[in-house]
């Protein structure tokens, strides 16, 4: 048998293994009597291998379905409860030296308006984040050695922790660049990074090749041991993905779990977000030629289904969705969003002129961050501005075990609440505030723990007179 520890991620996530998953997949797709007894297994919360795994996203009957759903939403109300952590991206630079396929980016676009943010355009772009209330940034870059290479990413880390502009310091930097190496994970972990986020983009070693074909990221065991080495450079949290469109799904489905199986039996933690875009449109982008894509019903169910299979790691859904599709996802099992997103570098202070178009992919939730806030408190859910684990030291492994066991719930609860009170006070419009504040005196009421409650209740009394700790 498979044994995820002694094999490095690019060998242990194989090919032959992914065909016999989906091959037993399709043969048990419709026996009940299995499907069964892995929901069964799935009600542990423990996890599911990505054999199990396969079998519910194969699985056709509606009746099962509909368990599936049932039990990803109970999950996810279990370990992240009815928060969601709010985070924009900030592109930093889109020269790149790859031949991505599906990028706009890629080396031969050459009508795509090449852009890198000098440090003072930094601070303009940290700022503008910050007047709409962000506190997590996750930064992104197209892979260029000379115009990007890892000091200039270091530099505007630096730059971005340094902005301190009223009350707005952002507290996490989440990153989103190449594959590199160990020496370079390691000043990414000493610039007081949050997660280092690498998309897989696709686990098909054949297609991927051929999606990449030019550039360094053409090497794909290179890329698909980034973690690996990430953590090897002393990064605790990772932050796993695949560009659903590229390849088949149930594929790219099976080859994300392993990779997650591998992380926590050879690294000793799993990943600590899964993010799960789907393709979008975007400049010099043949989108019909990406025959893959999949329809929002997948879409959802693949959502339920890592959510099941890996129910302590925290899922991501971008403004790559609509509003409508995120909505659905919400509640089966994702934790964190992005609101008021540009994908164009600059984007922020300035709005570019049409003409310009840096921008990586066309952002399909277009609304600002008061109105993704304000949606998602009508819909119940707290939006959360916390990024107290990170600065307490709870990432990686102590992180997880605290997820695992449900403990993270008494300390999410109440930051999320006085965090969502503090943007309220600083950035939210009348509406927003006022749906907010009582959705806020509610929920302080479902601190389990008296004593909390009461220390919460006087938190939120003390920044409602703009007195903080
Ligand atoms: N350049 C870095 C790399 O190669 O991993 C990461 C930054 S890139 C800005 C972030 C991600 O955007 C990529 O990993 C890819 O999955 C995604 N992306 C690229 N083109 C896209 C498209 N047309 N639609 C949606 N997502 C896209």
Redesign the pocket.
Known sequence: MYDPKSKKAEEFIDNDEILETLAYAEANKENIELIDSILEKARLRKGLTHREASVLLACPIEEKNEEMFALAKQIKKDFYGNRIVMFAPLYLSNY?I?G?T????HLKNKHIARKKLTQEEVRQEVIALQDLGHKRLAI????DPINNPIEYILECIKTIYSVHHKNGDIRRVNV???ATTVENYRKLKDAGIGTYI??Q?TYHKESYEQLHPTGP?HDYAYHTEAMDRAMEGGIDDVGLGV?FGLDKYRYEFAGLLMHAEHLEAAQGVGPHTISV?R??N?DD?EKDTFTNGIDDDIFAKIVACIRIAVPYTGMIVST?ESQKSRERVLNLGISQVSGGSKTSVGGYAEPEPEEDNSA??DVTDQRSLDEVVKWLMELGYIPSFCTACYREGRTGDRFMSLCKSGQIQNCCHPNALMTLKEYLMDYASPETKAIGDALIEKEAENVPNEKARAVVKENLRLIEQDNRR
Do not use: D, T, V, W
């Open positions: 790149c790859n991505c599906y990028c706009p980016y992104e870059s197209g892979e989103n660049i190449a690498l998309f983009e990221k560009l875009p393709l979008c975007a982008i790559r990586q992919f």
